[in-house]
């Protein structure tokens, strides 16, 4: 610091910490001319020691070419005033979902800590914390990743030495565990179909667990999508509530259109719903609004999909099966791709995932069911030998 402290004016050069009259020691560093102005960093200490050392980091981090952040830039000022604005960018339901996981979750949390001194254990306590109280290990996942995009826009804009999100982990202990994940077994489809059979949205139910489609994607075919002749469907879009707008159609997730070979019963049932939605329209005369929609409502317009849930719950009752997410129905395609031996690889293409890894967490959790299936058959084979006191 010798060096430094006699070259007051010089970029790059710090001064020797000095005593201020609120009992605080500061001490400076010399940024050079910005904008035609000299900017000077100022870092301040309870005692001299704690002064000196913030500015050796800092002139270190200057020297290496890293941005020299201001430490009172709070966590909640950055997300309130720089990032959330930014991540209005974002797609409205995905902004939704941030935006309520930095105002519920990470603000109040983290939101009094200074930005530029935000540390790895801290988040990782943050985690830990969530994870402990119960959180679903998805949400956690969520509130890291929203932190880990805040934390790079800040690094971007010269706001911290670094991102520490990047170096945390959402522990595998606090996971949840896989049996709470709802598959229909192969009796369960066939119960879940012959309750839904005759009913308006009888072909929705049988799209979703043959084509494994989400539901926006379902929600947004239209009848040019789909060639029963030729018995061929493409997915190109999907329909979402955006708040303050209602329903509306946007790209896909993968932002990629696929194209899906249609099983004969599912060509079928979409044949059958194409001639009630006829009557339905004649039903309707003027009030029919044409959106070209395969699942609509008796009007011609798109479909809720908080309706659709609640419907498919009353669904579940009918037939008897244990209470499951729609989306679980995604779930159940694949898995009961994966018990009729489709390759991973073309079921990745079916379902429109943009990672095989995706495919294979499904695939991993079939064959493990699979293998204790041929352990157990193996035991029917060949029963184990009973154990016997005898000499």
Not at 168 to 194: C, I, N, Q, T, Y
Not at 277 to 293: F, I, K, P, S
């Amino acid at each position: 610091m010798g060096n430094a402290s006699r070259h007051r004016g010089v970029r790059g050069a710090g001064s020797r910490p000095t005593l201020r009259s609120d009992g605080r020691w500061e001490a400076k560093l010399d940024l050079g001319i910005v904008d035609g102005k000299r900017r000077r960093k100022t870092f301040y200490g309870k005692t001299r020691k704690e002064a000196q050392e913030k500015l050796a980091r800092a002139l270190y981090e200057y020297r290496r070419g890293l941005p020299v952040p201001d430490e009172r830039v709070t966590v909640r000022q950055f997300f309130e005033q720089s990032y959330l604005p930014q991540a209005q960018r974002l797609e409205p339901a995905t902004y939704r979902i941030y935006e309520q996981m930095a105002r519920i979750h990470l603000v109040p949390a983290l939101g009094h800590l200074s930005l530029a001194k935000l540390t790895v254990q801290q988040v990782q306590a943050f985690l830990d914390g969530k994870s402990d109280r119960g959180y679903a290990p998805r949400s956690v996942e969520i509130m890291r990743a929203v932190l880990r995009q805040a934390l790079g826009l800040a690094e971007t804009w010269g706001l911290v030495s670094r991102n520490v999100a990047k170096l945390v982990k959402v522990h595998h202990a606090a996971r949840r565990p896989s049996g709470e994940r709802r598959f229909l077994s192969v009796a369960e489809a066939e119960r879940l179909f012959a309750a839904a059979r005759g009913q308006r949205l009888e072909a929705l139910y049988t799209v979703a667990l043959m084509l494994g489609l989400r539901q926006g994607e379902a929600l947004a075919l239209r009848w040019r999508d789909v060639d029963l002749a030729a018995r061929v469907l493409r997915v190109d879009e999907a329909v979402q509530r955006v708040k303050g707008e209602g329903l509306r159609f946007k790209d896909t997730k993968t932002h990629q259109s696929r194209t899906i070979p249609l099983p004969a019963s599912c060509a079928a049932a979409l044949g059958e719903h194409r001639r009630r939605q006829e009557v339905e329209r004649e039903l309707a005369g003027e009030r029919w609004r044409e959106y070209d929609l395969i699942f609509c409502t008796r009007h011609g317009t798109p479909l809720d999909g908080t309706n659709v849930s609640r419907y498919f719950k009353s669904l579940l009752q009918r037939a008897g099966i244990p209470d499951m997410r729609y989306y679980d129905l995604r779930h159940s395609a694949a898995s009961l791709m994966a018990a009729r031996g489709v390759p991973a690889r073309v079921a990745m293409e079916i379902l429109g995932h943009s990672d095989i890894r995706l495919t294979m967490n499904v695939y991993t959790h079939v064959l493990d069911e699979a293998k204790r299936r041929a352990a157990d058959a193996m035991d029917e084979l060949f029963p184990p030998v009973e154990e016997t006191n005898d000499p």
